[in-house]
C-alpha cells in the first residue's frame, strides 16, 4: 500500500506541469555577458549586445533574451531593503534598460542568488524573496537566473520553492510573467522538483567551461536526464553555449549545438558578438538546427547506440519532432569515421525516408532501412533530420539506465 502510494506521489511529482510553465512552449533564447565577461560588464556593453541581438539578424531567427549575470548589483541593499544596480555600471538604472531593451522588440532577464550573497559578494535573495520578486516585476523583467551559489544552510528546494511562491504572488492578475530559471548546479536533482517549485528550467551541470572537456562531459552527463526536459515540464539546462569562442575547432561548436539545439536546452549565447567570424555567424543563425530546439513537439532526444573501442567510439541519440525525427550521428573519437542510423533499431522507423542535414542544409533522397553518414570528422556529428516514413510504434528506442 505504502509503496503504491510512494509510486503514485513519485508519478504525480514528476509530470505535474509546471505553474509557471504554462506560455513557454518552446526553450527560450538570448544572450548573457558571463562566458565572455564574467561580471566585468556595463549598461553600455549590454546595449551594445542588445543592438546586435536586434538588428543584425539574430532576434529574427528567435534569440530574444537579453539576460544580466552576477555583478549588476550594489553591494548593499537600499535604505528601504530594495535590491539596486551598481550605479557606476548602471547608471540609467534596470528599469531603463528593460524598456531599451522591450522598445527594441527584447526580452529583459535578471539574475539573483538564493542566499544571503552572491559569489561576487553582493546581496542575495534570502528571505528577501517577496520584495525581490516585486522590483523585478516593477522593473519590467521577463527571466531570473537565481543561483544557488553554494548556499547550503537551507534545503535546496525549499530555496527555489521560495521565490518561485513570489515570483508567481509578484505577478498574479499582471499581464506578466517571469522566466524562472533554477541555476542550482545539480546537487539535489533539480530535475525532479523544478516544476513544483515553479521552475521553468533547471540546472543540469556545473558551469561550461569553453573547451573541449567541458562540452563531452555535460554531454555525458545528460544522459540520464533527457526524459526530464520537455515542454509538459520545463527545460534541463545544462548551461549556456560557449559558440564563438575562438579556442574551440569549428566541428566542436557544431557538435556542441547540436546536442544543445536537440536536448531542448535554453540556447544562451555567451561570446562577445562584436567580434563573431563570419562561419561562426552562420552557424548560430542557422535556422534549420534552431527549428529542433522549437519544434512544438519539446521532446529531448535519447541516447540509443553507443560503441567504445579502441578505432571508433561513437553515440547515436534520436527523438521525434512534430514533422519527422531529429538524429545526431557523434564521432567520439580523433580519426574520421562512418556511422550508419538503422532506423527500425534507432528511431522505430519503417517505410522511404528523405535525410536532411541540418548542418549543411542539403537534402539526401530515398533510402530505406539505413542510412549512411560518411567521413564524420573527430569530435564531429552529423545532425540529421528523417521526414517521411512510419512509426511502427509509440514507444522510443532509448537505453534504460534505471
Ligand atoms: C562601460 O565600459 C566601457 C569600456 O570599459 C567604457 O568606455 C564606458 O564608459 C562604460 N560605460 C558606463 C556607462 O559605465
Ligand atoms: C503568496 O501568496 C500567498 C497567498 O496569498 C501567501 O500565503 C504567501 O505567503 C505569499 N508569499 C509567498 C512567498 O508565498
Ligand atoms: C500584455 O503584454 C503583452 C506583451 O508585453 C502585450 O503585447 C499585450 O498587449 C498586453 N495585453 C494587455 C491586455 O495589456
Ligand atoms: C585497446 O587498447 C589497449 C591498449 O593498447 C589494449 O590493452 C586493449 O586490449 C584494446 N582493446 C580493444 C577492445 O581492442
Ligand atoms: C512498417 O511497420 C508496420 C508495423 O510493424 C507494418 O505494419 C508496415 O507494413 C511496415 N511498413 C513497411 C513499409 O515496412
Ligand atoms: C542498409 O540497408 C540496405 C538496404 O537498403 C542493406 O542492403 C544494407 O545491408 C543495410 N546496411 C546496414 C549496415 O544495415
Same mark, same amino acid.
Given at each position: 500500500m505504502i509503496t503504491w502510494i510512494l509510486i503514485f506521489i513519485i508519478a504525480f511529482t514528476r509530470f505535474t506541469t509546471s505553474q509557471n510553465g504554462l506560455g513557454y512552449k518552446t526553450p527560450p533564447m538570448g544572450w548573457n555577458p558571463y562566458n565572455a565577461f564574467i561580471n566585468a560588464y556595463n549598461e553600455t556593453l549590454i546595449k551594445q549586445h542588445a543592438d546586435i541581438i536586434a538588428n543584425q539578424g539574430y532576434l529574427a531567427v528567435g534569440y530574444r533574451y537579453i539576460n544580466l549575470d552576477d555583478g549588476w548589483q550594489a553591494s548593499e541593499r537600499t535604505k528601504d531593503n530594495k535590491l539596486s544596480p551598481d550605479s557606476l555600471k548602471f547608471p540609467s538604472g534596470i528599469k531603463d534598460l528593460a524598456d531599451y531593451m522591450h522598445k527594441n522588440g527584447l526580452l529583459f532577464g535578471i539574475f539573483s542568488d538564493a542566499g544571503t550573497q552572491t559569489c561576487g559578494g553582493h546581496p542575495g535573495s534570502l528571505d528577501y524573496e517577496d520584495t525581490d520578486a516585486q522590483t523585478f516585476v516593477d522593473w519590467d523583467v521577463d527571466y531570473l537566473k537565481y543561483d544557488i551559489c553554494d548556499e547550503q544552510r537551507r534545503p535546496e528546494q525549499e530555496l527555489y520553492q521560495k521565490m518561485g511562491n513570489a515570483l508567481k504572488n509578484a505577478t498574479a492578475g499582471k499581464n506578466k510573467t517571469i522566466?524562472?530559471?533554477?541555476?542550482?548546479?545539480? !546537487?539535489?536533482?533539480?530535475?525532479?522538483?523544478?516544476?513544483?517549485?515553479?521552475?521553468?528550467?533547471?540546472? !543540469?551541470?556545473?558551469?561550461?567551461?569553453?573547451?573541449?572537456?567541458?562540452?563531452?562531459?555535460?554531454?555525458?552527463?545528460?544522459?540520464?536526464?533527457?526524459?526530464?526536459?520537455?515542454?509538459?515540464?520545463?527545460?534541463?539546462?545544462p548551461d549556456?553555449?560557449?559558440?564563438?569562442?575562438?579556442?574551440?575547432?569549428?566541428?566542436?561548436?557544431?557538435?556542441?549545438?547540436?546536442?544543445?539545439?536537440?536536448?531542448?536546452?535554453?540556447?544562451?549565447?555567451?561570446?562577445?558578438?562584436?567580434?563573431?567570424?563570419?562561419?561562426?555567424?552562420?552557424?548560430?543563425?542557422?535556422?534549420?538546427?534552431?527549428?529542433?530546439?522549437?519544434?512544438?513537439?519539446?521532446?529531448?532526444?535519447?541516447?540509443?547506440?553507443?560503441? !567504445?573501442?579502441?578505432?571508433?567510439?561513437?553515440?547515436?541519440? !534520436?527523438?521525434p519532432l512534430n514533422d519527422g525525427y531529429a538524429a545526431i550521428l557523434f564521432n567520439r573519437g580523433i580519426e574520421p569515421i562512418s556511422i550508419t542510423l538503422d532506423f527500425k533499431e534507432h528511431c522505430h522507423l519503417n517505410g522511404s525516408i528523405e535525410v536532411y542535414d541540418l548542418v549543411k542544409q542539403q537534402t539526401y533522397r530515398g533510402y530505406t532501412n539505413n542510412y549512411t553518414a560518411v567521413d564524420i570528422p573527430e569530435h564531429g556529428v552529423e545532425f540529421i533530420k528523417l521526414i517521411g516514413g512510419n512509426r511502427i510504434d509509440d514507444n522510443r528506442p532509448c537505453l534504460n539506465y534505471s
Open positions: 522566466f524562472y530559471n533554477i541555476c542550482e548546479w545539480r !546537487t539535489s536533482n533539480p530535475w525532479l522538483w523544478g516544476p513544483d517549485a515553479g521552475g521553468n528550467s533547471w540546472r !543540469t551541470s556545473l558551469d561550461i567551461i569553453p573547451f573541449w572537456p567541458s562540452i563531452i562531459s555535460i554531454i555525458d552527463s545528460q544522459v540520464r536526464l533527457t526524459e526530464y526536459g520537455e515542454s509538459r515540464r520545463g527545460w534541463n539546462d549556456m553555449l560557449v559558440l564563438g569562442f575562438d579556442r574551440i575547432p569549428y566541428e566542436e561548436q557544431v557538435t556542441h549545438y547540436a546536442f544543445w539545439a536537440a536536448m531542448k536546452a535554453p540556447l544562451i549565447l555567451g561570446c562577445d558578438l562584436r567580434k563573431v567570424d563570419d562561419k561562426i555567424k552562420a552557424l548560430i543563425l542557422n535556422k534549420d538546427i534552431i527549428s529542433v530546439n522549437q519544434d512544438p513537439l519539446g521532446l529531448s532526444v535519447c541516447q540509443v547506440y553507443y560503441r !567504445t573501442d579502441n578505432k571508433s567510439s561513437f553515440d547515436i541519440w !534520436t527523438g
